[in-house]
């Protein structure tokens, strides 16, 4: 028995990737189709790049050295050991009592692995590549940035988060640590943004001789400009970066008369208004930095993504005058099927909307918003939750989901009115009723 279940293991063959191994082992002197290779290793065979010529420089702060290191790892190493011989840690810990202080946690995290974790992040977005091309820096100088929303509420910017326009309006609170004789100089810049020039930059902050880390002490070579993400184009990257400079330097080639009066040539519109100049605003890291690398060396990053909001329409008809750019997609015009008098299966509004055109819909959804504005009453509360309120048992079923989808904001309803969504605590108890 035992000797018949040992045949039928080694008679079978091994199959899927490991299979596929096994056979690239031992053919791997033979130069295989291209069927016979992963997507991984046909885009490698594509991409060949010279080592000798193409490869990556560090132009960022030197790191700490190895002694200093090993004394960090040796100090860890002993608190580690405090901590586990610590009875009343693990008793607190068990009981659920145990608190951990997060602050603690991030300025270990930041001297151990952060900038090491930062720099990968910042390769995943691509940020290095799109800035300084083939260089890259790891952030020595940990670099906070917020933005105050109102009544003590900040919106952190991290490492790729996802912020709104009408988030970052106004210039955010920056906060590092650095000695007081030292120089630095703060960048806001937008990869993706630029709206006539291809592989070119918006700058939407730069503050250049920051003494120390006092931000307001800084030469304002350029006022904060809030992003302007268009519609359509998907989300942007808002990139900060710190630069440490071996001395004062004059910024003065770079300023420009950013404001300017300028004619409303998109409605020839003989009044005069005031607007932002966006070709003063064009820039590029990567001359940037090349130009005064040897007087200025990169140490932090920070950076978010942004998408459209109402606050860019508003941006683009008060700010610069002029009409909003919107990407949109045109798709082909759909097929319907001819009517029919008894449709099965279909919600009833759904299947007549198919047939009508689409103005005459757009011209209700627009009638259903004006009738919801009035300027002398105050808006009527989100439901906090919106399906568990009821709704009458004659009412058809058809309008009954339609009711459920305004109320959880699905569907067309967003372009009657913003919807923000129902609150944080009802969402488990909406997901049982749909």
Known sequence: MALSVLRRITSLRPSGKFARSLFVAKNKDLDLP????TLEEQLKEKQVQDPAIYYQVDIGLPRESFSKRRDNTSDRVAHVKKLKSDVNLEKLSRHGKLEIPMDEVRQDWLKEKGTQHVKEIAEHYGVFQHL???????????????????????????????LKPKEVLK??????????DTFWTLVLTNPDGHLTKENSEYVHWMIGNIPGSDVSKGDVIFDYLQPFPLKGVGYQRM???????????????????????????????????????????????????????????????????????????????STLGQEEPIYEYDFPEP????????PKLEPFNIYLDKYRDPKDINRDYLVQRLAKENP????????????????????????????????????????????????????HANRGLM
């Open 34 to 37: 291209a069927f016979g290779k």
């Open 335 to 342: 097929f319907y099927e001819r009517q029919t008098y008894f």
């Open 132 to 162: 300084f091309g083939d260089a890259y820096f790891f952030p020595r100088v940990p670099l906070d940035v917020a933005y105050d929303q109102g009544d003590d509420v900040f919106a952190p910017v991290c490492f790729g988060n996802q």
């Open 239 to 317: 990139v900060f970066v710190l630069y440490k400079q071996e001395k004062k330097l004059e910024f003065s080639q770079l300023k420009k008369s950013q404001p300017r009066w300028a004619f409303d040539s998109i409605h020839l519109n003989p009044n005069l208004h005031f607007a932002f100049s966006l070709a003063d605003r064009t820039f590029s890291t990567y001359e940037f930095y090349r130009d005064r690398q040897d007087v200025m060396t990169p140490a932090g990053l920070a950076f978010f993504q942004t998408d459209w909001d109402r606050s860019v329409t508003d941006f683009f008809h």
């Open 171 to 180: 210039q955010p609170v920056i906060q590092f640590k650095s000695d007081p």
């Open 376 to 427: 002398f009453a105050k808006p009527k509360p989100k439901l906090r939750f919106p399906n568990a309120e009821p709704l009458p048992r004659d009412m058809p079923t058809w309008l009954q989901d339609k009711i459920k989808r305004d109320r959880l904001g699905w569907g067309r309803i967003n372009e009657v009115e913003e919807y923000e969504g129902p609150p944080t605590d009802s969402l």
